[in-house]
Structure formats: C-alpha cells, structure tokens
C-alpha cells in the first residue's frame, strides 16, 4: 500500500486564484511529520512547509499553508494567491517515527500557473 | 552559506564504469541522505547517515555504496554502472535524524548510463 498519495497528476490555476494540492498519507505510527516540497523545472528540491503529528493548529509559512485532518489522514497544501513562479511540481513526504530516518514521497502534482 | 553541494552535476557513463557522486553541506547538519528521482515517481532513499561514522541501507541500496568521510560530506559511490542506475540522483542533509526535523537537498546530478 501506498504510504503517500497524490491523486492530482496536474491542476492548472489562474494567478491570483488559490489552489490546493491534495496529499493523503497512510502510517499507524502516532508521532510522524509531513513535508511538501517544490520542485521546479530547474530540477532542485526546495522545503515548503511542515505540519507534525502533534500540531493542534495547521501550518503556516507565506502565502503556503497545510490543512492538516488527521482523522482523515490528509494534509493538503493551500497556495493562496498563485504566482507564475509556483508553476512546479509538488511533493507530499512523510517521516514516520519509527520507521527511521526516511522521507516517504508522494508521485507528486503538477501545478500550472497562468496569466 | 552554501548549503548543501553536489558534484558533478551532469555525467555520462557507459555499463560497467564506476563513479562516486560527491555532496558537502555547511549547515553543521548530523544527518545526511542520498535519494534517487526517476521519471513520474518521487524520491526514494538509497543510503542515510544518521550521525558522523554511521551509515545504514534505506528502500533502493543495491548497487550502491557510501562513504561519510566526515561530518560535511557524503559520497555515494557506484561500482559497476547498469542502466538502471540511470536516474537524478540528490543528496540532502538535517540537523538530526528525527521525524520533524526537515531535509535540505543539494541541487542534483543527472546520471545516464548508457
């Protein structure tokens, strides 16, 4: 089983509109952290945002935020905003604790931008 | 502040070369990863060091070997090239093992083996 869904190959967005990128994940571990990074077409890998297992309230950073459900294990991004710059590919990823020290991914979403 | 280097950034090989991919980081990061990216998947973990003078296998080691020659830099080393290898493969680096700590990647080193 997957630990780690991204069910949107591609979504396209107007800029100024908000998107949001599903992610949703799999793990009876209790204590897991979850990541999305971006990945332009440059090729590098850049960390967006983190919401940990523990985190009452959902995460922040810019115009990026996680609407984290843990019952439902989903932990989506939220671009408000969009830019011609977020056009990239998105990557969900979980740390579980006990399972070590690897950051699980998700196949990722393309997100397209236009003007 | 550099953060997290590969070398080289591109490299052909032909089916049996050997190589070693090069990364440093200067975050003062403990951990350090090599990760593989292919086509329509996302990263899958090689090899990770957890702390300076640890190394452990992680999802995809075979083939594959690893050097933490100290406390910034990892090299993960190929012995014999098969095609498969072909793939972007990145390194990446945090300030400790645990499952909140984030990961910095290094920019990449496009691998082809012909």
Known sequence: AQKITQTQPGMFVQEKEAVTLDCTYDTSDQSYGLFWYKQPSSGEMIFLIYQGSYDEQNATEGRYSLNFQKARKSANLVISASQLGDSAMYFCAMRERQAGTALIFGKGTTLSVSS | ?114
Request: hydrophobic share 30%; charged share 15%.
């Open chain 2, 1 to 114: 502040n550099a953060g997290v280097t590969q070398t080289p950034k591109f490299q052909v090989l032909k089916t049996g070369q050997s190589m070693t991919l090069q990364c440093a980081q200067d975050m003062n990061h403990n951990s350090m990863y090599w990760y593989r990216q292919d086509p329509g998947m996302g990263l899958r973990l090689i090899y990770y060091s957890a702390s300076e003078g640890t190394t452990d296998k992680g999802e995809v080691p075979n083939g594959y070997n690893v050097s933490r020659l100290n406390k910034r830099e990892f090299s993960l080393r190929l012995e014999s090239a098969a095609p498969s290898q072909t793939s972007v493969y990145f390194c990446a680096s945090s300030e400790l093992a645990g499952y909140y700590n984030e990961q910095f990647f290094g920019p990449g080193t496009r691998l082809t083996v012909l």
